[in-house]
């Protein structure tokens, strides 16, 4: 009997993880009936690992937060063996804004502190930490306020919320915080090497996606400089350099502060899915993810499975929304087959709207090509 594995990530803005294996797992179905198909839906510690990490047994935990401005929203956090999973954007994404200089400026991470706040209040031992999709650039300032920390201008006065504040900090008191997370352990799951600062750094790179223009962009930079010297006058270690320290505009940074380890994402979201098991003795693996291209040779799920699949011999198919490698770049991951679902619809709205059944007629198509050699 084949025994196909599906391993995909989220399609943005279509489907989610979840949805994308159940899809993918029709269309094998359609193309081999009698095939032992395994799911694992995977995440890269970004957007949408709660819903993979619900899938995989987790427990979901519902509360309102300060939003990335000052209205509130509901949020939500996993918990799994004892370990709280908080996803940053689920109390500060760039969904809860329309990006703009002013919200680039103002977007704070004070909601991501209180979610580990409500996980530790409730017994959490190990805290992992993912932060992409945040619409903030503040250096986790507002995640460590919520925790206790003082984040103080040189009169010793609160200097507020959001990166732009940053300007006027000088001093930081990180006792009340780390006293709060006495005993647990903290990780940030990432597969982002940018460093706080510079041109590679959380303002630079992501700071435009997050509405800030040029100007903004050096303001930022200037302020997570002063952040990162008011963290070191609190007694935290040089945050400004460490590869991993920029993710989610800074707010690793934060974490990092206060002693958290920086993790693989992918590494850290896959052990929890059964996927390395699920790959023994597979015939094929499939997975996807809305977009591939460079991004997805550096620790996204593509790269992941296709890492996993390589030593143990495993054929390795991809689907997605537009694929951007050319086939040097498909080479490299392994690729025997792949299909991106625009080449097969009439427009990219066209295609989001009806993901699911081109990932299953795609799928099917794949796999019978692959039957056939």
């Known amino acids: 009997m084949t025994r196909v594995v599906i391993a995909p990530d989220k399609f943005k803005g279509s489907l989610t993880a979840v949805e994308a294996a159940e899809a993918i797992a ?24 709660l819903d993979v990490l619900e899938a995989a047994g987790a427990r979901i935990v519902r509360l309102t937060v300060r939003g990335p401005l000052e209205e509130a929203v509901k949020a939500r956090y996993a918990v799994l063996d ?41 017994g959490a031992k190990r805290l992992v930490l993912t932060v992409g999709g945040t619409a903030s650039t503040d250096g986790g300032a507002g995640m460590l306020g919520a925790l206790g920390a003082g984040v103080l201008d040189a009169f010793g006065a609160p200097v507020g919320l959001g990166g732009g504040t940053l300007t006027r900090v000088a001093s930081t008191e990180l006792t009340p915080a780390r006293e709060r997370l006495d005993g647990v352990r903290v990780a940030v799951a990432t597969d982002v090497t940018n460093p706080l600062l510079g041109p590679s750094g959380a303002a630079a790179v992501f700071g435009p996606q997050k509405g800030a223009g040029p100007s903004e962009v050096a303001l930022l930079d200037e302020a997570l400089g002063r952040w990162a010297h008011a963290l070191q006058v609190g007694g935290a270690p040089d ?60 620790g ?5 499975i296709a890492d996993r699949a390589r030593p143990r011999g495993v054929p390795l198919m991809v689907l997605a929304g537009r694929i951007q490698l050319d086939e040097a770049g498909l080479a490299r ?15 990219l ?12 007629a795609r799928a099917a198509e794949l796999v019978r090509e692959w039957r056939s050699r």
């Open 333 to 347: 991951l392994g690729v025997v087959g792949s299909s991106a679902l625009i080449d097969h619809a009439p427009s």
């Open 82 to 122: 004892g370990t709280a999973y908080i996803e940053s954007a689920r109390a500060c994404g760039i969904e809860f804004v329309e990006p703009s200089p002013a919200t680039a400026l103002a977007a704070h991470t004070w909601g991501v502190g209180e979610l580990l706040m409500d996980a530790v209040m409730h």
């Open 239 to 298: 945050v400004s350099q460490v590869p991993g320290a920029g993710a989610g505009g800074g707010v690793a940074a934060g974490a990092i502060a206060l002693g958290a380890t920086v993790e693989s994402g992918f590494d850290l979201i896959a052990g929890l899915t059964g996927v390395d098991a699920a790959l023994e003795g597979a015939d094929l693996v499939i997975t996807g993810e809305g977009s591939l291209d460079e991004q997805s040779l550096n």
């Open 349 to 360: 709205d066209h295609a989001r709207a009806h993901a699911a059944e081109l990932l299953r």
């Open 300 to 304: 996204k799920a593509p790269a992941g």
């Open 26 to 49: 029709l269309g094998v179905r359609d193309a081999l009936p009698e095939a032992e198909i395994v799911s694992c839906p995977v995440a890269d510690g970004g957007e949408g690992t």
